[in-house]
């Protein structure tokens, strides 16, 4: 067992970094992995966003314009599409005609996409080229209010992503995550409180309150009927890490577990029942379960499902099923991605065999497993950065998914299992990006003061 003194450290450092463990990795004996690099070739469909057109606009142009840049950002990040930059031969750019569309198909143009706004009211038609298919959306009026205009907007996206491509868009998705504010070197923790954003960002605001150290929050599913189910963290509040859980609304937070020791980094399952944590509770950090319900709390007391000699467990993720659990252990000498099925309580430890995930690399953390349960992301340190990475369990490949300089951390899957959010760091900072997995450049979503970490986004 590791001691509580040589925890300390481990506690505090691991929730800054995901793959901060270094050791020599052993034989895994399981044969060679798969390593797949993602393509960099852009495989979305071109689609052309003519300019607004404003008939009788009851709204400033510049307010206007705003709306526009919205519109363009959702379609160009919706996974599936990616806004051509020039006006393409044969388009025409008034909202009552799309222009000769044999010429556009011809230049490879799918998808065409017009707006205007005719005194408050925004209407939206999409051509759908090769078929020669118009789409319209219902109109919607605006506000003048830029935060309930874009929510609008986004669900407009929304409903225009299930049209085309019958799949549920992510426009009106939400995303929490913390937020590092800069305290003096005396300052044990450090103050870092939870934060909510849109998924582009927008939005931005302080969910807790409370003035101690809090991180990793984990949004619990919302119940059927419902947009929103609340999300458990970890604070410091009482010295001590303990999980706690919160409404949107207040922010509070009430603590979850009753364990001695520290308990850190939550994960819920998709049914609501059962929350995975890590725990020093038997001295040393180990993978714990415990049954839940939102509305009433922990039932009945945690038990411990994970444990190795002298090795550390981080970073549990549920499969979307609710009966495996991925998570993180270094019991082999390195820190990389196992997956076990979850054991009965009573289950002896002896029995508990996980499958190793991760066989590329040396250092791979932070797991999160895509809602529709074929594929994990992770970190995995490549070539000195650490980097987001795929496995696909129809493939059994790990692919690269993210490149170049800064550490890429804590990835996180949108509800359309296309897309990823996660945490990059510079010289200038940490701050969220966005990617998809169909193509693209990942985008940076956050700006301004404080270290942003630890994004979950939030599930429909």
Known sequence: MKSLKTLYPFFTSILWSCCSLTAIPTANGLGDPIYVEVSTENSLFPLYLTPMV???????????????NVIAFDLNHN????????????????FDSFGDIGKLTQQGILYIVKTQVVGKELQLRALIAKEKLMKSASPIT??????????????????????????????????????????PPSHLTGISEIWEADYDGANAHPLTKVRSFSVMPAAIPPKSGFTSGGFLYTSYRNGQAKIYA?????????????????????????????????????GNPDLFLQPFTPEGGAVGKPF?????KQATQSSPTFSPDGKRIAFVSDKDGAPRVYVIDIPAPGVSLIQIKPTLL???????????????????????????????????????????????????????????????????????????????????????ITEGLGEKRFPNWIPK
């Open 142 to 183: 605006l506000t003048g209010d830029l935060a309930q205009d874009r929510r609008a907007i986004h669900g407009m996206m929304d409903a225009l992503n299930k049209t085309l491509f019958e799949v549920d868009g992510i426009a009106s998705t939400k995303i929490i995550y913390s937020v590092k504010e800069k305290t």
């Open 246 to 282: 919160a409404t949107y609304k207040d922010g509070v937070g009430k603590r979850v577990i009753q364990l001695k020791g520290n308990q850190l980094m939550p994960a819920i399952s998709l049914q609501r029942d059962k929350i995975a944590f890590i725990s020093d509770v038997m």
């Open 304 to 308: 411990q499902i994970f444990s190795a």
């Open 54 to 68: 404003y008939e009788k606009a009851m709204l400033d142009t510049a307010y206007l314009k705003q709306l526009e």
């Open 79 to 94: 996974g599936f599409t990616s806004l051509i930059k020039n006006t393409p031969a044969g388009a025409e750019n008034g």
């Open 358 to 444: 991760t066989k590329v690399n040396r250092e791979s953390s932070a797991p999160s497993w895509s809602p529709d349960g074929k594929m994990i992301a992770y970190c995995s340190r490549t070539g000195g950065e650490r980097q987001i990475w795929v496995y696909d369990y129809n493939t059994h490949a790990e692919k690269q998914v993210t490149f170049g300089p800064g550490n890429k951390e804590n990835p996180s899957w949108a509800p359309n299992s296309l897309h990823l959010v996660y945490n990059a760091s510079d010289k200038n900072g940490c701050d969220l990006f966005i990617t998809h997995i169909n193509g693209g450049d990942p985008i940076r």
